[in-house]
């Protein structure tokens, strides 16, 4: 099986350069990687140096990361920003405070404004829940507003805060959303063996910073 097509190819370190940057981008050229996943300060970047075509790698980008409790104007101008310097994808923080404050009139109304603002622009949102720092019930009330407000994919992790993507996490998602919103996971995979594990059992996309090795084993 050819897993590239699956992969998120991340780079997202806060020392990265445009060098570096630029070397993803060729990476993720050379091996048909589904994207590649960047800071928003190197969209920019990123766009003017992948080439011009339908088959060149997408360009994605995290808004509200790592900790996804920016205000929500905030994070819609992010979006806003990222999008005209060329983002296709846009990998969101959901408002973890406001999660476990169970203030879920403000998580709603902080998602809908983002899937909006992205889907009016013809882009793809991916909304990442951080399931290691939530519970079960958490989960599911997210999982409830997603099916209700279609973001284009959950993701698991952003892989800087709490476990990252678990085989038990990307079951739970799918239990509750079923094929109706694609899945991403995200945070620790760093083998073949893990990536097919998870596309076995359906996720859609697999975020990694180690993709070479991915694909290469």
């Known amino acids: 099986m050819n897993i590239a097509p699956y992969i ?3 780079l997202l370190k806060p020392d990265a350069t445009a060098v570096d940057i630029q070397q993803l981008c060729a990476e993720a050229v050379a091996y048909h990687f589904a994207a590649v996943c960047i800071p928003p ?45 060329g983002a296709d994808e846009l990998d969101v ?20 404004s983002m899937i909006t603002t992205v889907h009016m622009k013809g882009k793809k949102i991916k909304v990442i829940l951080e399931t290691g720092l939530l519970d079960g019930p958490e989960i599911d009330q997210l999982c409830d507003l997603a099916l209700e407000l279609k973001p284009d994919f959950l993701k698991t992790s952003t892989g800087f805060n709490g476990t990252g993507a678990t085989p038990q996490a990307v079951q739970h998602l799918l239990s509750r959303v079923g094929t109706d ?4 996971a995200s945070g620790g995979i760093r083998t073949h063996e893990d990536a097919r594990k998870y596309l076995d059992l359906g996720v859609q996309r697999i975020g990694a910073s180690r993709s070479i090795a991915l694909v290469t084993a």
């Open 93 to 112: 923080v959901i408002n973890i405070n406001a999660v476990k404050s169970k203030a879920w009139n403000y998580v709603r109304n902080d998602l809908d």
């Open 8 to 10: 998120d190819h991340t």
């Open 41 to 85: 300060y190197y969209v920019q970047e990123a766009f003017h140096f992948l080439p011009q075509t339908e088959q060149r790698p997408l360009i994605a980008t995290v808004i509200g990361f790592p900790m996804g409790y920016s205000t929500t104007p905030a994070k819609v101008e992010e979006i806003k920003r990222a999008i005209d310097d």
């Open 181 to 184: 919103i694609s899945i991403k």
